[in-house]
């Protein structure tokens, strides 16, 4: 629904701290999508979620070397998981991913709708944020070779999913 096609990619984003909080903690963060601070010790799993994921989570998975790409949509929107993942697939393997023999996921890459960006698009790394009004491969692209595997912990371990109650993850009451 927008006129015009806006990029904006924000470098050195203020660090907000990385203390491990208790599950369910909310935490408050600066930028939108957030792009460091205090969250839960448990990140969720690499890969694309259909429904949205807890920050606190995903902050956790940045801190791990990840790229965080999220999305609002006001009807159905397959075509922006697609290009996220087109993205991923072009970026290719990490093989620190690939190198634990437990690990299904390629890469430190996380999908998922996020109905509180202030943008339609909106990527998020260890201290870098990118929101757009549109899908812009080569910016998308550019921004993950730019700012993948820049947290302070660089682990691709299996996390959790915050909607599967066998997990770990409680369900936290709103």
């Known amino acids: ?4 096609c806006v990029v904006t990619i924000t470098e050195n984003q203020p660090f907000e701290g990385q203390t491990h909080v208790p599950v369910c903690t909310t935490v408050a963060y600066d930028t939108s999508p957030p792009s460091s601070g205090d969250h ?4 969720a799993q690499f890969r694309e979620f259909a429904a949205p994921v807890p920050h606190e989570m995903l902050v956790h998975n940045l801190e791990h070397g990840a790229v965080v790409m999220l999305y609002r949509c006001e009807a159905a929107c397959p075509e922006i998981p ?7 697939a072009t970026f290719g393997p990490d093989p620190l991913c690939i190198m634990a023999p437990t690990n299904a996921m390629r890469s430190r890459i996380v999908v ?10 909106g990527l998020s790394a260890w201290r870098a944020t990118y929101a757009a009004t549109c ?3 080569p910016s998308l692209l550019a921004f993950i070779e730019e700012h993948y595997g820049h947290g302070s912990e660089q682990v691709c371990a299996q996390g959790k999913d915050p909607a599967d109650p066998d997990t770990g993850v409680p369900a936290c009451s709103e």
Do not use: F, Q, R
Not at 40 to 43: E, L
Not at 82 to 88: G, H, K, L, R, S
Not at 112 to 121: G, K, Q
């Open 1 to 4: 629904g927008e006129t015009e």
């Open 82 to 88: 697609a290009a996220y993942e087109d993205a991923a």
């Open 40 to 43: 839960w010790p448990v990140w």
């Open 112 to 121: 998922a709708p996020d109905p509180s960006l202030t943008e339609p698009i």
């Open 135 to 137: 899908i812009d491969t």
